[in-house]
């Protein structure tokens, strides 16, 4: 099965307006930002999808019923679009270097122990809703809500944790309600109640102390930029 390019699959428009199904071969992006109704890979046979820098609109849902024989790579971005209920399937899969945004006000449920650059939103209000008993690696953290529009992030099961994972870094978003949470993996997890989050339930691993009682200075990473609580 060849490699196809996204020019080859959209020679004159850069949207798709089915869905996209890869189960063999290689899919390259070349770069182009995209968009389509479902992304699904599934199957054993060997296969690639190559996202270089684009970015991709999901409006349905994202489906990789396993990463079996599946190399993932690139650097842009998965922005799950949708204005209803929409799911992430990630098939445990390593989207390390890509973000992937909750990008419409369809609530986003994540499925799978899977790898990612980050996860953003560009909506607010914004749910996030963690299958119970997966662990999710992230290298960056960006929630960022607003007063009366905040982000939640729960759990699917109420009362059994989602664990979320990083190895260094100081996270800390703000208006984001948090529940079910178990945030670990060295990294520390900054979540001050004076900067509009919530500590709902049943978190382990958040400071959620207000950020003047910080001695020093900690960088969290937001929305792209960084912040200082003094």
Same mark, same amino acid.
């Given at each position: ?24 071969? =290689? ?28 970015? #991709? ?21 998965? $922005? ?15 989207? &390390? ?39 999710? =690696? ?27 994972? &990083? ?14 949470? $178990? ?16 500590? #709902?339930?049943? $978190? ?18 937001? &929305? ?7």
């Amino acid at each position: 099965f060849p490699t196809r390019r996204s020019s080859d699959l959209f020679p004159s428009h850069d949207t798709y307006t089915k869905s996209i199904s890869v189960l063999a071969g =290689t899919l390259n992006s070349n770069n182009f930002e995209l968009s389509c109704i479902d992304f699904s890979s599934s199957g054993s046979l060997t296969r690639a999808i190559n996202l270089g820098t684009s970015k #991709v609109s999901v409006s349905g849902n994202w489906n990789l019923a396993t990463s079996t024989n599946l190399a993932f790579t690139g650097s842009g971005t998965i $922005n799950m679009s949708g204005t209803s209920a929409k799911t992430f399937a990630g098939g445990s899969a390593n989207y &390390s270097g890509v973000i992937l945004n909750q990008g419409g006000s369809g609530e986003l449920t994540i499925t799978g122990n899977n790898r990612f650059g980050g996860i953003s939103n560009t909506v607010r209000p914004a749910s996030i809703k963690f299958t119970a008993n997966t662990t999710t =690696t992230l290298d960056k953290f960006m929630f960022n809500g607003a007063d009366g529009a905040l982000v939640t992030i729960s759990s699917t099961t109420n009362g059994t944790r989602y664990t979320l994972t &990083s190895t260094a870094g100081v996270f800390a978003p703000y208006y984001t309600s948090i529940r079910d949470s $178990n945030a670990t993996g060295g990294a520390v997890w900054r979540a001050p109640i004076n900067y509009g989050n919530v500590n #709902v339930s049943n $978190n382990l691993g958040w400071d959620f102390s207000n950020s003047n009682i910080v001695t020093g200075k900690q960088i969290g990473r937001a &929305s792209g930029r960084e912040r200082v609580f003094r």
